[in-house]
């Protein structure tokens, strides 16, 4: 992709991501890799999405439904994946789900390729010049605020929150690493290792909900927990370096973008 200096590269970018989902869907035959890789660029063409809202609200908010709707349709298949993952991190030796797929993968990887023209033509307004600098300020902004509140309680509903505003903002940077000012903040590769962070707490919560539904063993329960407490630390101190400027500093050094 070109890089995106402009709103309109931004919607460009946004189109890719979702077309890229769709041929993966259709065309890749691991169906676990297909998801996995279709769920990322998702997720990457919702957070631009976002930062477009400003400039085209109600067309944006349709096509962020319709990807919202793609993407918790294939939430189970991921869901499965990562629960075996969590598992083996804490020494589980086989699978603890039963994968499934009564999807019909073509026809939804079909429709998300006929999404993609729509979003490349998206009626956005003129884009006052600042735009770039306020839309990654905002991302900053409640992407900080959304951490600092799974901080103060390190509860399911903020972690989530917060995954998807550090998501949201990760996703606005690098789509504009090309234009990015010389040591601008954030920096994408510490918001990267914050949201692995906090999606290993989220899929060890998963896998420890799973567990006492099955009454499994004390000691395997203790394990997810101990392994819990070493991850929250490391989320706070990965948020610590990620979020170590303030809004007002990130505008003012992206101004030039």
């Known amino acids: 992709m070109k890089p995106a200096a402009e709103a309109k590269d931004l919607a460009a970018a946004a189109a890719g991501h979702t077309r890229a989902a769709g041929r993966l869907i259709v065309s890749e035959p691991d169906h676990v890799k ?6 990322r660029h998702i997720k990457r063409a919702r957070s631009l999405l976002r930062a477009l809202k400003p400039l085209a609200a109600e067309a944006v908010a349709r096509e962020n439904a319709l990807l919202r709707a793609f993407a918790h349709a294939l939430a189970p298949l991921r869901d499965a994946h990562a629960l075996d ?3 083996q991190a804490v020494g589980a030796s086989g699978p603890v789900v039963t994968h499934g797929n009564t999807l019909d993968l073509e026809a939804l990887g079909r429709a998300l390729q006929r999404q993609a023209k729509t979003i490349a033509r998206l009626p956005l307004e003129h884009a006052p010049r600042p735009f770039l600098a306020r839309a990654v300020q905002r991302a900053y902004r409640r992407a900080q605020q959304a951490f600092l509140a799974y901080e103060a309680g390190h509860l399911p509903e903020p972690l989530h929150e917060a995954r998807k505003r550090i998501k949201d903002c990760l996703h606005l940077i690098e789509a504009l690493d090309e234009v990015r000012p010389k040591g601008a903040r954030p920096k994408a590769g510490k918001l990267d290792q914050l949201g692995e962070l906090m999606g290993s707490i989220r899929d060890l919560d998963l896998l420890a909900q799973r567990l006492r539904r099955e009454a499994a063993p004390e ?5 997810i927990a101990a392994r819990h407490i ?3 630390r490391a989320v706070t101190r990965a948020g610590a370096k990620a979020f170590a400027a303030t809004p007002k500093a990130v505008r003012q050094a992206w101004k030039h973008a």
């Open 34 to 39: 297909a998801v996995h890789l279709a769920r």
């Open 85 to 87: 993952e969590a598992a």
């Open 219 to 223: 000691h395997k329960l203790a394990r």
């Open 230 to 232: 070493r991850l929250e």
